[in-house]
């Protein structure tokens, strides 16, 4: 019996070390930490300076590509094709014959009429003749000379109608696919094939009636559309409307490019930016710093400073910015930034103002004007 309290004790007195140890952890632990508070991590982050960079104003806007020259040919009369002499999307010079209708019945009246004007005009010379030797009255002259227009103007009129029968380029350009083929009776207003001129291509775009003032024939333009791998072009401003839209307050304008290859297709969206001159210097700093927030945007500027003991601490400061024009990987600093300052560009959306930090910018993104993304 005693042997059986003195093994209960023992244990009693086993677990109460144990437990007593695990609460002395603890409360290390927990004082550690209660230590540790005022301690802020150090955050590891790159930086970049705040540039000064001279930046031609850029107006944006979005425009439809349209052709020097475009038209679709059709037939203006009803008939049977007889002959087509053009392959699709083949290039042709002005006068170009691409089709033509049946015209064996006209081309037989043509003769008839060609020679009943020939007919005509022989009596004609020779009621001449006679009224010059006042043999007969000028009435008779008057008669066969009217025969005579009127002959001529029935020819005129069938060979008018072989024309309208017979399809030729009226301008230099590229064909598209044809719409008909040889046999097929088409109807009047019926298509036969597209013709485009392709070089030089015109863009046509709205910009707002506050900007008239900015704009002027020659202008450079910029033009980048999804249908050419991202390819920018280059051009000029050729013209504007005349009046400002009412609905809409805009001004239409169209700029002319050059457009070697066809790689520009008329009817293509376009992305135009408006080059205008030079404006006054401006700081830029990689888009990537910047945190936009609705109550204001904001970048973190590294500052460095000397602890009690003479150690070198780096911290950021949040500071809100107001913000310009974004041009490829970088934005323009309004106010908040000067050119110079040292600030966070990647990494600050893991910051607080005072953080310390950590710089290493062998990592840092490259920052371009003019980004290309390798998979683009």
Request: charged share 30%; glycine share 10%.
């Given at each position: 019996m005693h042997k059986r309290i003195i093994i209960g004790l023992v244990v009693i007195f086993g677990l109460g070390a144990i437990v007593a140890g695990l609460v002395g952890a603890k409360a290390q632990q927990l004082g550690a930490m209660k230590a540790d508070t005022n301690v802020m991590p150090v955050e590891a982050v790159t930086t970049a300076k705040a540039l000064q960079q001279n930046w031609n104003p850029t107006l944006y806007s979005v425009g439809t590509l349209t052709a020097e020259n475009g038209v679709t040919l059709s037939s203006e009369i009803a008939g049977t094709v007889a002959k087509i002499d053009f392959e699709s999307g083949s290039q042709v010079a002005q006068g170009t014959l691409l089709a033509q209708l049946d015209v064996s019945v006209e081309q037989a009246q043509l003769r008839s009429a060609e020679a009943s004007a020939e007919l005509a005009r022989l009596n004609a010379e020779r009621i001449r003749e006679l009224r010059n030797k006042d043999t007969l009255a000028q009435a008779d002259l008057d008669t066969v000379e009217a025969q005579l227009k009127q002959s001529v103007a029935n020819a005129e009129a069938i060979r008018a109608s072989i024309e309208k029968k017979t399809f030729r380029a009226p301008f230099a350009g590229t064909l598209g696919i044809r719409k008909v083929t040889v046999g097929q009776y088409v109807n009047a207003g019926q298509a036969i094939v597209e013709l485009q001129t392709l070089d030089p291509i015109h863009v046509d775009f709205a910009l707002p009636q506050q900007r008239v003032v900015d704009l002027a024939v020659g202008q450079p333009v910029e033009v980048t559309?999804?249908?050419?791998?991202?390819?920018?072009?280059?051009?000029?401003?050729?013209?504007?409307?005349?009046?400002?839209?009412?609905?809409?307050?805009?001004?239409?304008?169209?700029?002319?490019?050059?457009?070697?290859?066809?790689?520009?297709r008329p009817g293509m969206f376009a992305n135009v930016e408006v080059l205008l001159p030079a404006g006054e210097p401006v700081v830029v700093v990689p888009a990537s710093a910047v945190l936009y927030a609705p109550y204001g945007d904001s970048v973190f500027v590294v500052e460095r400073k000397r602890d009690d003991k003479g150690a070198v601490a780096t911290t950021v400061r949040q500071q809100t910015v107001r913000l310009g024009l974004a041009r490829g990987d970088f934005v323009v600093i309004l106010s908040g930034v000067q050119a110079g300052d040292e600030i966070v560009s990647t990494g600050a959306f893991r910051l607080r103002n005072g953080a310390a930090v950590r710089i290493n910018n062998s990592v840092a993104p490259a920052a371009e004007l003019a980004p290309k993304p390798a998979n683009s």
């Open positions: 559309t999804d249908g050419a791998s991202g390819a920018k072009f280059t051009g000029k401003i050729t013209a504007f409307d005349p009046r400002i839209d009412p609905a809409t307050r805009n001004l239409r304008v169209r700029a002319t490019l050059a457009n070697d290859g066809s790689r520009l």
